[in-house]
T-cell receptor
Framework: GENVEQHPSTLSVQEGDSAVIKCTYSDSASNYFPWYKQELGKGPQLIIDIRSNVGEKKDQRIAVTLNKTAKHFSLHITETQPEDSAVYFCAASRSLGAALIFGKGTTLSVSS | GAVVSQHPSWVICKSGTSVKIECRSLDFQATTMFWYRQFPKQSLMLMATSNEGSKATYEQGVEKDKFLINHASLTLSTLTVTSAHPEDSSFYIC???????????FGPGTRLTVL
């Protein structure tokens, strides 16, 4: 079955710096890759996603890149703010509506 | 976006008792609901997938007789943890997907503590 690896497990940056989180997946049939932000005691919230027919997608300060050949995708957050501090999860699935396989999460801390 | 609620948000129970957790789609009809379990500082692990009106499909290693899932309507799915034990203490999260779109929307989670 699918296996999603996520790195790093923790990331500390200064406010205004960029943060990059990377994930790799094993199932070549996966074609939907969402990223979620989870705050303490809450459910995950979708922040951006990408499908396999696209190499990059951007939404304001957040961008995601996908390399299908290498089976890895990355989340880029620019101009980080303290409110960006949370746990971020990458995930993969074979289709947009299928069950998601999650990475282990990255705890991002943005200090002012 | 679509809203998914869970009830209760947290529950404490004694070992050996059963606990029911509800997952509701508030403003859309959810043809499919997913149940995940998350241990402290760990990732979300898929437990089962339920489609309205049919039996749930459980992931390998998840006991279907212990984690009973019912998806009797297009807006409600329930997860019942039967004969709960301390090792069942976890954060249980549901997500729902509508018939008109494919994105999953997650509930806020239910914190279960078994004493």
């Amino acid at each position: 079955g699918e296996n999603v690896e996520q790195h790093p497990s923790t990331l500390s940056v200064q406010e205004g710096d960029s943060a990059v989180i990377k994930c790799t997946y094993s199932d070549s049939a996966s074609n939907y890759f969402p990223w979620y932000k989870q705050e303490l005691g809450k459910g995950p919230q979708l922040i951006i996603d990408i499908r396999s027919n696209v190499g990059e997608k951007k939404d304001q300060r957040i961008a995601v890149t996908l390399n299908k050949t290498a089976k890895h995708f990355s989340l880029h957050i620019t101009e980080t703010q303290p409110e960006d501090s949370a746990v971020y999860f990458c995930a993969a699935s074979r289709s947009l509506g299928a069950a998601l396989i999650f990475g282990k999460g990255t705890t991002l801390s943005v200090s002012s | 976006g679509a809203v998914v609620s869970q009830h209760p948000s947290w529950v404490i129970c004694k070992s050996g008792t059963s606990v029911k957790i509800e997952c509701r789609s508030l403003d859309f009809q959810a043809t499919t609901m997913f149940w995940y379990r998350q241990f402290p500082k760990q990732s979300l692990m898929l437990m089962a997938t339920s489609n309205e009106g049919s039996k749930a499909t459980y992931e390998q290693g998840v006991e279907k007789d212990k984690f009973l899932i019912n998806h009797a309507s297009l807006t409600l799915s329930t997860l019942t943890v039967t004969s709960a034990h301390p090792e069942d203490s976890s954060f249980y999260i549901c997500s729902a997907r509508g018939a008109s779109w494919n994105e999953q929307f997650f509930g806020p989670g239910t914190r279960l503590t078994v004493l």
